[in-house]
């Protein structure tokens, strides 16, 4: 099927400037996860093993590093967030509905399993200073940066007279 039948309601239509910017948007998130986290095509969407893998955005502020997860029909109970270094996993298993024993399935896509779901954060993070919420579906975490010194400018005073046996007019090799 040629790509302006995905964009457009008939093949004659040109696509709409909005259907092209939110393909190009999907492109540029499914590639740049494969660039930032090193997998395989078929892994930025499924693990390693199959298992699907929740989406996630990494922002940061001045003072924190936002992380919000996608990870509708799992259990905030069953998950397991840790942080080492600069490594953000979230762990956990989205379960698959019951079905009735009259219920007939014509379609399936949804992904169901254990995941783990491994970010590098883009700067070092004060693990002690987390907030972790989860609200429909959606885990959203507040980590703190850490402080680093910004370093200090060390004032320089002239002595009032030279060293004995420097020679104040020699040059300097810089």
């Known amino acids: 099927m040629p790509l302006r039948d995905l964009l457009t309601k008939s093949p004659k239509e040109e ?9 190009k948007g999907e492109m540029e998130r499914i590639f740049d996860r494969i660039v930032d986290e090193g997998v395989h095509l078929h892994d930025s969407f ?5 298992e699907w893998l929740p989406a996630v955005d990494v922002s ?10 996608e990870l509708p029909g799992v259990d905030p109970a069953t998950l397991d967030v840790t942080i080492q270094g600069q490594t953000l996993a979230i762990a956990g298993e989205k379960k ?12 399936t896509g949804c992904r169901y399993g254990c995941f783990i779901r491994r970010v590098t954060l883009p700067v070092d ?9 989860f609200a429909n579906g959606v885990l959203t975490l507040h980590i703190a940066k850490v402080v680093t010194n910004p370093g200090k400018r ?3 005073q002239a002595a009032s007279a030279p060293f004995p ?9 810089c």
């Open 15 to 23: 696509p709409s400037e909005s259907a092209v910017k939110k393909l």
């Open 46 to 50: 499924f693990g390693s093993t199959g």
């Open 60 to 69: 940061e502020t001045v003072e924190e590093v936002i992380v919000i997860a």
């Open 96 to 107: 698959p509905r019951v079905l009735a024993s009259e219920e007939k399935v014509h379609e």
């Open 125 to 133: 993070v004060d693990d002690s200073k987390t907030d972790a919420t």
């Open 154 to 156: 060390i004032d320089i």
């Open 165 to 173: 046996g420097d020679d104040p007019l020699a040059s300097t090799s």
